[in-house]
């Protein structure tokens, strides 16, 4: 069974960078695409970028071009998101989650999730 764990959280100050991690076990990843997520509180949980495992495609939300970098490494079976220039409103509970069946690029569908890790920005 696939397990998900994301680290890397914390409290950070505005303008402060932060990498986040998701480890990920339970098989062998290969032909897979690894999503990024974010829920602030009191909102619904937002997309915030993709990466394919195999090829290392990404995709972003609008929002999140620039300031934010997923990569992933393969050896370590670990998907990373790289956060710079920290806002307040980038205060959320991140998670990683992996595709599942009949996920396509054009339309990819999550359904193994991470517990999260909380960020939180002040200002």
């Known amino acids: 069974q696939v397990q998900l764990v994301e680290s890397g959280g914390g409290l950070v100050q505005a303008g402060d960078s932060l990498r986040l991690s998701c480890a990920a076990s339970?098989?062998?990843?290969?032909?897979?695409?690894m999503g990024w997520f974010r829920q602030a509180p009191g909102k619904d949980r937002e997309f915030v970028a993709m990466?394919?495992?195999?090829?290392?495609?990404?995709y972003y939300a609008d929002s999140m071009k620039g300031r934010f970098a997923i990569s992933r490494d393969n050896a370590k079976n670990t998907v990373y998101l790289q956060m710079n220039s920290l806002k307040p409103e980038d205060t959320a509970v991140y998670f990683c989650?992996?595709?599942?069946?009949?996920?396509?690029?054009?339309?990819?569908?999550?359904?193994?999730w991470g517990q999260g890790t909380l960020v939180t920005v002040s200002s």
């Open positions: 989650a992996i595709e599942g069946p009949g996920s396509t690029w054009e339309d990819p569908r999550f359904d193994v």
């Open positions: 339970g098989r062998t990843f290969s032909n897979d695409v």
């Open positions: 990466i394919s495992w195999t090829s290392g495609r990404t």
